[in-house]
């Protein structure tokens, strides 16, 4: 049913488009006449506003569909010079939309009028030219399908997506802070609950104990009193381990980023593919991002995702570090609506990296993570 759900998309993207690129025809024509006349006392104003609502309904809803094909969110553009943008896309799409459907119907046809197509000779050589004619446009038009629905998306994106500039870069550096302050002050939080609740609490048994050994005069319960004191001092230890290994796991500074990951997929409970190609070693707060975020995500897959497989990869291209944490469960999660998702966003905005979700319902579900940054020292054999 997944796998069924997973290849109807792309067909159905195609139609849904020309679909609403024909509807984009008389909306156009309309949004023209609006316009024309608006000099003439503003006679066409109060209906423009009207169409200029469903013109913004419409390039949400491609914005949205584009993103759930991309993988990423599309941010909307600013109110100023956004009615441009889109009827600017809506143009385009007028003509694109329709246009891709008929092309895979043109070929199809193509396929049908060689199957009815009737030759004055019949032979083998004949019946395996028409065969292999029939089964090249099959192929094409089956192929141009994904292709056309990605290409589609890739243009939304590029059209209606807002144009970088000073003022929303500033922005993007102010909010990146602001994550990086509130992921350190949760940090700290973290650590000050763990000792509290952990070590200290321990620590207070140990001393309680031997303040009743100091008053205690029967052998026995002396014996005891040693003996739970040195418990929750051993305890105490394991509790500071953990804290420690929180905040910077030992197996991160001897093995690094790749030892590290492939030590956190043998602890999740399902079967991980680690496909990892790292020729040296990122700096350590970068090294330590992305190994918290990628332990985050396999936890996430474990317990929510109900899959059976998972994978993660990897790999150094171009100056962008780029880690993908993939699963074959059910799918849904939510950049908005999960908590998990939105620490690890925060934990790499702080780098002025990115997380992308794509993750249909149904499944499969991909995280895919880049950080901008060089690597630094050789790498190191983490086996």
Same mark, same amino acid.
């Given at each position: 049913?997944?796998?069924?759900?997973?290849?109807?998309?792309?067909?159905?993207?195609?139609?849904?488009?020309?679909?609403?690129?024909?509807?984009?025809?008389?909306?156009?024509?309309?949004?023209?006449?609006?316009?024309?006349?608006?000099?003439?006392?503003?006679?066409?104003?109060?209906?423009l506003a009207r169409?200029?609502?469903?013109?913004?309904?419409?390039?949400?809803?491609?914005?949205?569909?584009?993103?759930?094909?991309?993988?990423?969110?599309?941010?909307?553009?600013?109110?100023?010079?956004?009615?441009?943008?889109?009827?600017?896309?809506?143009?385009?799409?007028?003509?694109?939309?329709?246009?891709?459907?008929?092309?895979?119907?043109? *070929?199809?046809?193509?396929?049908?009028?060689?199957?009815?197509?009737?030759?004055?000779?019949?032979?083998?050589?004949?019946?395996?030219?028409?065969?292999?004619?029939?089964?090249?446009?099959?192929?094409?038009?089956?192929?141009?399908?994904?292709?056309?629905?990605?290409?589609?998306?890739? *243009?939304?994106?590029?059209?209606?997506?807002?144009?970088?500039?000073?003022?929303?870069?500033?922005?993007?550096?102010?909010?990146?802070?602001?994550?990086?302050?509130?992921?350190?002050?949760?940090?700290?939080?973290?650590?000050?609950?763990?000792?509290?609740?952990?070590?200290?609490?321990? *620590?207070?048994?140990?001393?309680?104990?031997?303040?009743?050994?100091?008053?205690?005069?029967?052998?026995?319960?002396?014996?005891?009193?040693?003996? &739970?004191?040195? &418990?929750?001092?051993?305890?105490?230890?394991?509790?500071?381990?953990?804290?420690?290994?929180?905040?910077?796991?030992?197996?991160?500074?001897?093995?690094?980023?790749?030892?590290?990951?492939?030590?956190?997929?043998?602890?999740?409970?399902?079967?991980? &593919?680690?496909?990892?190609?790292?020729?040296?070693?990122?700096?350590?707060?970068?090294e330590s991002a992305?190994?918290?975020?990628?332990? &985050?995500?396999?936890?996430?897959?474990?317990?929510?995702?109900?899959?059976?497989?998972?994978?993660?990869r990897l790999s150094?291209?171009?100056?962008?570090?780029?880690?993908?944490?993939?699963?074959?469960?059910?799918?849904?999660?939510?950049?908005?609506?999960?908590?998990?998702?939105?620490?690890?966003?925060?934990?790499?905005?702080?780098?002025?990296?990115?997380?992308?979700?794509?993750?249909?319902?149904?499944?499969?579900?991909?995280?895919?993570?880049?950080?901008?940054?060089?690597?630094?020292?050789?790498?190191?054999?983490?086996?």
């Amino acid at each position: 049913m997944r796998t069924i759900r997973h290849l109807l998309q792309p067909p159905a993207g195609l139609l849904l488009n020309a679909v609403t690129g024909a509807a984009a025809w008389p909306l156009l024509v309309l949004v023209g006449m609006c316009a024309a006349l608006v000099p003439f006392g503003g006679l066409g104003r109060p209906l423009l506003a009207r169409l200029l609502v469903v013109v913004r309904a419409l390039t949400r809803l491609q914005r949205a569909r584009a993103a759930g094909v991309l993988g990423h969110r599309i941010t909307e553009p600013s109110p100023r010079g956004r009615t441009v943008r889109d009827l600017a896309w809506l143009a385009v799409h007028a003509v694109v939309g329709p246009a891709c459907l008929m092309s895979v119907g043109a *070929l199809l046809a193509s396929a049908w009028k060689i199957v009815r197509l009737r030759t004055a000779e019949a032979g083998m050589s004949a019946t395996l030219t028409l065969s292999l004619a029939i089964v090249t446009f099959v192929v094409i038009a089956l192929a141009a399908i994904p292709l056309l629905h990605t290409l589609q998306a890739r *243009l939304a994106e590029r059209m209606l997506r807002p144009e970088p500039s000073l003022a929303s870069r500033v922005r993007q550096l102010t909010e990146s802070r602001a994550a990086a302050v509130d992921a350190q002050a949760a940090e700290l939080r973290r650590i000050e609950r763990d000792l509290h609740d952990g070590a200290q609490a321990r *620590l207070i048994s140990v001393r309680m104990n031997l303040g009743l050994v100091r008053g205690a005069s029967d052998p026995d319960q002396i014996r005891d009193l040693v003996q &739970e004191a040195w &418990e929750s001092a051993g305890q105490a230890l394991v509790d500071l381990r953990d804290l420690v290994r929180g905040i910077h796991p030992p197996v991160l500074a001897d093995r690094g980023l790749a030892g590290a990951i492939q030590a956190a997929s043998l602890l999740c409970p399902i079967p991980v &593919e680690v496909d990892i190609d790292l020729p040296a070693r990122p700096d350590a707060p970068v090294e330590s991002a992305l190994y918290f975020a990628a332990a &985050e995500a396999l936890t996430n897959v474990a317990k929510h995702s109900l899959a059976t497989r998972a994978w993660v990869r990897l790999s150094h291209s171009g100056g962008v570090l780029r880690l993908t944490v993939g699963d074959d469960g059910r799918g849904g999660a939510d950049l908005a609506a999960g908590t998990g998702l939105a620490g690890i966003r925060r934990r790499l905005s702080a780098f002025d990296g990115t997380l992308a979700v794509h993750s249909p319902v149904g499944g499969p579900s991909e995280l895919t993570m880049e950080l901008p940054c060089a690597l630094s020292s050789p790498k190191i054999s983490h086996f």
